[in-house]
């Protein structure tokens, strides 16, 4: 059974923190991602990655870096976290290839900044 | 700019009523599009996709969609909804992109009454 796997369910953080949110992803994929889910805005693209050491800014990359040093394990850093990024952060790791490959996505982790 | 949007954002059925979701994307081109599920407090998993060929799609669990190229649409339908589809439907496409990364609608939320 194919697995991406997010490190927390559920983090509670302080304003000003430096968080780390990590993804795992064992079906030797390309391509990795990190969305952010808000209700009534769907999944908008934070960072994607399709290679070892590669990131690419996606919609909402502001206050938020990635780094991606082995195949399998993609991280997302807020910098310094702030209210308005409480919110569902899901990875999702995919094929390289063309727009028919499917993603497929972690469970989840619900941030919530204090 | 490309976009999917939904305009259904919550939707309350009893069981064994009709369900149809509606779905637009806006680009020109090769299209390609997805429907996820994702049922409470679990990953997004995909119910179906289209890419070309037959536009009536079947996907898991009794689910379909219908591709109309010229009303830009890919509805979601299912003839008698459970209990057990209750969960939040989003619409995605990777619009022109070949790379993986996917344009999300802003997602429906369905309540199955029992």
């Known amino acids: 059974d194919v697995k991406v796997t997010q490190s927390s369910r559920y983090l509670v953080k302080r304003t000003g923190e430096k968080v780390f949110l990590e993804c795992v992803q064992d079906m030797d994929h390309e391509n990795m991602f990190w969305y952010r889910q808000d209700p009534g805005l769907g999944l908008r693209l934070i960072y994607f990655?399709?290679?070892?050491?590669?990131?690419e800014k996606g919609d909402i990359p502001e206050g938020y870096s990635v780094s991606r040093e082995k195949k399998e394990r993609f991280s997302l850093i807020l910098e310094s976290a702030s209210t308005n990024q409480t919110s569902m952060y899901l990875c999702?790791?995919?094929?390289?290839?063309?727009?028919?490959?499917?993603?497929?996505f972690g469970q989840g982790t619900r941030l919530t900044v204090v | 700019a490309q976009s999917v949007s939904q305009h259904n954002h919550h939707v309350i059925l009893s069981e064994a009523a009709s369900l149809e979701l509606g779905c637009n994307y806006s680009?020109?081109?090769?299209?390609?599009l997805f429907w996820y599920v994702q049922y409470p407090g679990q990953h997004l998993q995909l119910l179906l996709k289209?890419?070309?060929?037959?536009?009536l799609v079947k996907g898991i669990k009794g689910f379909e969609a219908e591709f109309i190229k010229s009303k830009f649409s890919f509805n979601l339908r299912k003839p008698s909804v459970q209990w057990s589809d209750t969960a939040e439907y989003f619409c995605?496409?990777?619009?022109?992109?070949?790379?993986?990364?996917?344009?999300f609608g802003q997602g429906t939320t369905l309540q199955v009454k029992p």
């Open positions: 999702a790791s995919s094929l390289l290839g063309t727009g028919e490959t499917e993603a497929f």
């Open positions: 990655s399709y290679d070892v050491k590669m990131k």
């Open positions: 289209y890419f070309s060929g037959d536009p």
């Open positions: 680009y020109g081109g090769t299209v390609n």
């Open positions: 995605a496409s990777p619009g022109s992109s070949n790379t993986g990364k996917l344009i």
